[in-house]
């Protein structure tokens, strides 16, 4: 079974420049959330969709959006980058339907802005 | 509101020694836990998830963990390191419905020779 993949595997962009990562899910999962893991602030929810519709979000500014498409796979994009924003973002996977709810995560894309 | 303070934040261990990687919750409801492996340059990997059926969690290579509800403490333990457990280790609390994690700030694990 394939597991959850990202990509691009790295993505440099510069300051101000706008940022599309993209997830696919383990087949059969529904839900697919993203996670920013920057160097000292360590794992932090950013978003979680499911059937389409976005069912929360971490404390993250607006800039920070996203979607899932009819095939459950999902876009992260950020606008106005900045430099802050360079992190390891993660996506993971799970089936609501089934208790307790692991994630599954992907191997993650490195965003450098500079 | 829940968190997850991890006790360490490094860890330095001999192979063929225990490795104990400690963990506190606070949960405003019936949590569901778990403890992540990552490796250098790799995501996260699933070690093993705390349910409620059973106390004492046995999960991939070796780790285990106990879940003590009267010290709001999820251990993971494994008796005895192999080079290859060498990684950053994450705790982590689940809401009921299973739509947001919360990690703890990681274990990161040294295994000597």
């Known amino acids: 079974e394939a597991g959850v993949t990202q990509s691009p595997t790295h993505l440099i962009k510069t300051r101000g420049q706008q940022a599309t990562l993209r997830c696919s899910p383990i087949?059969?999962?529904?839900?697919v959330y993203w996670y920013q893991q920057a160097l000292g602030l360590g794992l932090q929810f950013l978003l979680w969709y499911d059937e389409g519709e976005e069912r929360n979000r971490g404390n993250f500014p607006p800039r920070f959006s996203g979607r899932q498409f009819p095939n459950y796979s999902s876009e992260l994009n950020v606008n106005a980058l900045e430099l802050e924003d360079s992190a390891l973002y993660l996506c993971?996977?799970?089936?609501?339907?089934?208790?307790?709810?692991?994630?599954?995560f992907g191997p993650g894309t490195r965003l450098t802005v500079t | 509101a829940q968190s997850v303070t991890q006790l360490d934040s490094h860890v330095s261990v001999s192979e063929g020694t225990p490795v104990l990687l400690r963990c506190n919750y606070s949960s405003s409801y019936s949590p569901s836990l778990f403890w992540y492996v990552q490796h250098p340059n790799k995501g996260l990997q699933l070690l093993l998830k705390y349910t409620s059926a059973a106390t004492l969690v046995k999960g991939i290579n070796g780790f285990e963990a106990e879940f003590k509800k009267s010290e709001t403490s999820f251990h993971l333990t494994k008796p005895s390191a192999h080079m290859s457990d060498a990684a950053e280790y994450f705790c982590v609390v689940s809401e009921p419905a299973g739509n947001k994690l919360t990690f703890g700030g990681g274990t990161r694990v040294l295994v000597k020779p």
């Open positions: 087949s059969g999962h529904t839900s």
């Open positions: 993971a996977s799970s089936l609501l339907r089934q208790g307790p709810y692991e994630q599954y």
